[in-house]
């Protein structure tokens, strides 16, 4: 089996204050073998959307390439808007080697609660995709209930929103499950009623356009 290992720490600040929250980047990020047009990176695919996304919410002018330079501009703008990024899934193994959550198996969740204790500031967690099985939200849950706690309901609507209390030092945390920022996500985005809606009225809107104003909101 692949052991897939994540290869990045955790990125976060003394005042950081949102927290990005996916599972594992591909494989090829763990063995190093990435493509043209990868970012080595958090979220660095070129096939993923979060960047792109995140470019065009704030006219970023990021650069789309493996360079130290199209990191340090990710980095640069973490740091100047107070967002981290910790995905929870440390390590994980898996008979077919892709990106799948679904394909994971033997899973090492990293322990969030312990860094939302060492950086108290954060408020609000961004998962990069719901509550489907291996989705971060999902594996969020299940670290959750190791230490009693679970998620109370404030929002149902997709992007579901949710709260919690911090055990040790007792802040009030939102998670927010975004529409997963992947091309593999796209058939859950068209089934949605309002971006049927927006497509009705605007033919050219895409699943790319949807999600950018839906993580307007909350980034």
Not at 10 to 33: A, H, N, Y
Not at 148 to 167: A, C, M, N, Y
Request: with cysteine; hydrophobic share 35%; charged share 25%.
């Amino acid at each position: 089996m692949f052991l897939h290992i994540h290869p990045y720490k955790p990125f976060i600040q003394k005042d950081t204050v949102k927290l990005i929250v996916g599972t594992l980047p591909p494989p090829r990020f763990t063995t190093g073998e990435l493509k043209e047009g990868d970012v080595d990176f958090c979220y660095g695919s070129r096939d993923g959307q979060l960047w792109p996304i995140l470019d065009r919410i704030f006219n970023l002018n990021l650069r789309f390439e493996t360079t130290q330079e199209a990191v340090d501009q990710r980095k640069r703008f973490l740091k100047q808007h107070k967002i981290g990024i910790c995905d929870i899934v440390a390590a994980a193994k898996r008979n077919k080697i892709d990106a799948s959550d679904i394909g994971m198996q033997h899973i090492v969740l990293r322990n969030v609660l312990s860094y939302l204790e060492e950086y108290p500031k954060v408020e609000t967690l961004l998962f990069t995709g719901g509550n489907s099985k291996n989705g971060p939200e999902f594996f969020f849950r299940k670290h959750l209930k190791d230490y009693g706690i679970s998620l109370k309901k404030i929002s149902d609507e997709v992007p579901r929103i949710h709260r919690f209390i911090h055990p040790k030092t007792g802040v009030e945390i939102k998670t927010v499950s975004l529409t997963a920022p992947s091309g593999a996500a796209n058939r859950a985005v068209g089934s949605l009623e309002r971006y049927k809606k927006l497509k009705l009225n605007n033919p050219e809107f895409t699943t790319l356009d949807f999600r950018v104003m839906q993580y307007k909101d909350f980034f």
